[in-house]
């Protein structure tokens, strides 16, 4: 079901910036940044702490090589 609201003139250009692509709709922009500001899961936070320790002990691949490796 769908719903009006009205916004701001101010909100609307804001939302008109965030558009990924000038087709999209509102509805798909809300939709969209109200999605990255749902709370992670505890196995992606348990994920994050390993890579950020990971990356302090060097355990790392530097971009360039895997390019290389890969003849990208």
Do not use: C, W
């Not at 009205?6 to 250009?13: G, L, W």
């Not at 992670?40 to 994920?47: A, H």
């Not at 890579?51 to 490796?69: F, S, T």
Request: proline share 3%.
């Amino acid at each position: 079901m769908a719903t009006t609201i009205q916004v701001s003139e101010h909100v609307k250009k804001h939302l008109d910036q965030l558009k990924l692509q000038p087709r999209e709709t509102y509805d798909e922009v809300i939709d969209r940044v109200l999605d990255d500001f749902e709370e992670i899961s505890d196995d992606t936070k348990k994920r994050i702490v390993q890579a950020e320790r990971d990356i302090a002990a060097g355990r790392i691949i530097p971009h360039a090589r895997v390019k290389r490796e890969l003849d990208l």
